[in-house]
């Protein structure tokens, strides 16, 4: 009860004061570690105000320390779009892989890599241990708390803000001053081990289901619908980083996260700055060590760049920054007995052996099925149905079986054996061939994969091949989930991705999971999905080793569906990236009738794909003869040989003609003996010279061929020139800097050469900057680059 001479003023003041101590406090507890009075004052203080703002409710303001309650149940999260993606880290296992990005650092930085004479240059890096919880995004608007999100898949996440406001450690406001207006924050949510044993023990009192590790119990109490659940839980949030900022910040990583620290958000104690790998490696190893004393679970260490110019002049790579890279502790292991070998089916109908167990704790997690990867890996192992196994979490995650312990094999333990015919459809399983090309050969032998036959015939691939075609980076169909796949394909609705264009509404309305509503989204989303672009429908048809990039590369460099189709093997390797093993596996896709027929069923069913059009201009007469010949991987022929054949013969027919004429042969300068010889044999046999000119054809009819005319793009202002990029640009990432330049028709090449046109160079660039200065080449500083972007009419 409040006194009864109170006032609304004397209210408001006393509720201002109350908050201000609390806020304090929460600061010295949970930022500091440096708590200034009891708990039980603590308690007495916050009655307090939840008293006054009881009686005088329109003092209650969204970042009072009373709101963290939570309140009734959302129906669904809503989702967020990251102005900043929230990347994942690429991982280190052994200390060697740290060194080797030591050095990929070091070397994107064009800084001195050392020698047997020196060390060469060190870089800073921030070292924190890597928890183990749930990513999250706060973002704070002058100060104040507005949004909570989780990372999803990167791009794309849920809307938790209900629950955030739940967790005691984050600030609802923001102490001190000086933050920027929009400050968006990241960190890890976890549960303490502590916290998780006393939330366990509160489950096992009210007969609820116990959880099997803090992280499990971090992640589902976080995305509670129920925000009342969330205040329960013992949550706890680190902040590791930053996203989208308006306002100034420290040029630096640490001073980053120190500057958090004095905003009230709280950081790891255990940050540390390392100067090269081996500090690096010091503190990862003095952090193992004590791994176990945490308060916490940790599954490694993140090193990451410590100057912000450097992280931006490394920039990132598909899914993961260039400037930071989690290093894993080892893998934990246990002894369980493997109870039998079931065999699943994936989208492509490899056969895969997954090990059954007798359930047991591995780093904190029940498991019960391993991978046992594939037959070539059951023989090495040497592993029988009845064996006692050691189970190890690779990187923490993944289990697999790692070893038999032989002499606790049962009597009765039994072979494993690959079935004859597919699990799912009955149809024949078959081991597929290896077939390596080199020079002047071809050998086949046994691969390590089995195959159902049964493709699109076989539910297990079908519903795989469904699931890849409408996922968010392929088609992006949005309401067809891998339960609703199932689904569709168990009840005969969906026999192909193209049957997806021919659902109507009655079929769907009455399945389990679809009522009015969401069967009309599901149609509109398919109708939406009918004008992908031709990168996504490439991405989309799940093509074996072909993922997004690779994908993107087909469409840009060939520009239609026709030409990726009618690609062969040897003409498709002159795209950057596409080796000759891929390039076979794209042609065997195109060849396959049922592929094709799916293909046509598409387009028939009315898809409409966008963005084709002709070749890349800068494929255009991208093929040389000297190429072409080493292409044809003739035995003792190499890049200078074909060079010098090129030289003396001046065509493919010219080739022919000289292998065919031993006389004039023999006097060819540049060539062995052997090599010759191989020339000779090599045309001897109408299949080679069938197959040489079946690639010429192609490549003239592509605009690929030596003599095809050189393009440019029409109307590109920059087409034709060669940009590069180096050192830190501050206004914008390197990524965005070449996309940008590539909209405007020019490429954007990693190394400079007198076929440079201009060298954009920011602070800290090195030897790139030296070589464009002793060629005489255009150097544009990023404000002058920035204006001249300005000139073509393209923001920054």
């Not at 060390?119 to 002058?142: Q, R």
Request: with cysteine; proline share 4%; charged share 25%.
């Amino acid at each position: 009860m409040t006194d009864a001479a109170t006032t609304p003023q004397i209210a408001a003041e006393r509720v201002a004061q109350l908050r201000a101590e609390l806020d304090e406090h929460n600061y010295r507890y949970h930022v500091l570690d440096e708590p200034s009075i009891p708990d039980a004052e603590y308690d007495r203080l916050f009655h307090q105000l939840k008293a006054l703002e009881a009686e005088y409710p329109q003092l209650i303001t969204p970042d009072s320390p009373t709101q963290r309650v939570g309140s009734l149940a959302l129906s669904a999260f809503g989702e967020v779009k990251h102005e900043v993606p929230m990347l994942s880290l690429g991982n280190a296992f052994e200390e060697d892989d740290l060194r080797d990005f030591d050095r990929r650092v070091r070397e994107g930085l064009d800084l001195p890599v050392g020698d047997l004479f020196g060390g060469g240059a060190e870089v800073e890096y921030s070292c924190e241990p890597k928890l183990d919880g749930l990513a999250v995004s706060l973002l704070y608007e002058n100060g104040l708390l507005v949004r909570g999100a989780t990372r999803g898949d990167g791009s794309t996440g849920e809307d938790i803000s209900v629950n955030v406001r739940t967790i005691r450690n984050i600030p609802l406001k923001l102490h001190g001053s000086g933050w920027p207006s929009v400050l968006e924050v990241r960190g890890e949510v976890f549960m303490s081990r502590a916290g998780f044993a006393a939330l366990n023990a509160r489950q096992l009192e009210s007969g609820g289901k116990t959880f099997a590790n803090p992280r499990n119990a971090a992640a589902g109490s976080l995305r509670q619908l129920d925000s009342r659940i969330t205040a329960s839980r013992p949550l706890e949030l680190c902040a590791y980083g930053i996203g989208q900022v308006q306002g100034e910040l420290p040029d630096n990583h640490i001073g980053i996260l120190t500057a958090l620290k004095g905003w009230g958000l709280p950081i790891s104690r255990e940050l540390q700055l390392a100067k090269g790998a081996e500090e690096c490696l010091a503190y990862y190893r003095a952090i193992g060590a004590k791994r176990d004393a945490l308060p916490y679970e940790i599954d490694g260490v993140v090193f990451k760049v410590n100057n912000l110019a450097y992280q931006r002049e490394l920039g990132f790579r598909a899914r993961e920054p260039r400037w930071a890279i989690a290093h894993k502790f080892p893998a934990m292991e246990e002894l369980t007995e493997l109870l039998d070998v079931e065999f699943q089916v994936g989208r492509t109908g490899a056969v895969t052996p997954v090990a059954r167990l007798q359930p047991v704790r591995v780093a904190g997690v029940t498991v019960s099925n391993a991978t046992l990867h594939n037959m070539d890996e059951v023989m090495r192992l040497g592993v029988m149905i009845g064996d006692t196994v050691i189970i190890r979490r690779a990187g923490d995650v993944i289990p697999q079986v790692v070893q038999v312990v032989a002499e606790r094999r049962p009597a009765d333990a039994r072979p494993v054996h690959i079935p004859e015919s597919c699990p799912v459809c009955g149809s024949r399983v078959e081991r597929t061939q290896l077939i390596k090309r080199s020079k002047g050969k071809e050998s086949v032998s046994e691969g390590s994969i089995y195959r159902c036959v049964g493709r699109l015939a076989c539910a297990a691939q079908l519903k795989q091949a469904i699931i890849h075609y409408v996922s968010r980076r392929a088609m992006d169909i949005e309401g067809l989930g891998e339960k609703s796949v199932e689904q569709l394909v168990d009840e005969g609705l969906v026999r192909s991705p193209a049957d997806l264009y021919t659902l109507k509404f009655e079929q769907l309305v009455g399945l389990e999971g679809f009522a009015e509503l969401s069967a009309n989204n599901l149609l509109a989303a398919i109708a939406d999905s009918r004008q992908p672009s031709l990168a996504r429908f490439i991405y989309a048809l799940g093509i074996p080793d072909v993922g997004e990039e690779t994908a993107k590369l087909l469409a840009r460099a060939l520009g239609s569906l026709q030409r990726i189709q009618q690609a062969l093997p040897d003409v498709l390797t002159y795209l950057p990236d596409v080796g000759l093993e891929v390039a076979y596996e794209i042609r065997n896709f195109f060849d396959d009738a049922h592929n094709q027929q799916v293909i046509h069923d598409l387009l028939a069913r009315g898809l409409e794909l966008q963005e084709e059009g002709e070749l890349s201009p800068e494929f255009a007469a991208c093929a040389t003869l000297a190429g072409f010949i080493d292409k044809l991987n003739i035995s003792g022929i190499a890049a200078t040989g074909a060079k010098n054949l090129a030289e003396k013969a001046a065509s493919l027919d010219g080739v022919i003609a000289l292998s065919q004429d031993w006389l004039e042969l023999s006097v060819t300068k540049g060539l062995s003996e052997k090599a010759k010889q191989s020339l000779r044999e090599f045309f001897a046999v109408e299949a080679n010279i069938q197959r040489a000119r079946a690639i010429e054809a192609q490549l003239r009819e592509f605009g690929m061929h030596w003599q095809s005319e050189k393009r440019v793009v029409a109307g590109l202002p920059l087409a034709g020139q060669t940009w590069v990029l180096t050192g830190a640009l501050e206004v914008m990432s390197r990524d965005l800097a070449k996309d940008k330049l590539e909209s405007l028709g020019a490429k954007v090449a990693g190394s400079v050469s007198a076929k440079t046109t201009c060298v954009v160079a920011g602070p800290g660039a090195g030897s790139k900057l030296a070589k464009a200065s002793e060629l005489g080449l255009k150097v544009l500083d990023e404000e002058a680059f920035l204006a001249e972007l300005a000139a073509y009419g393209v923001v920054a």
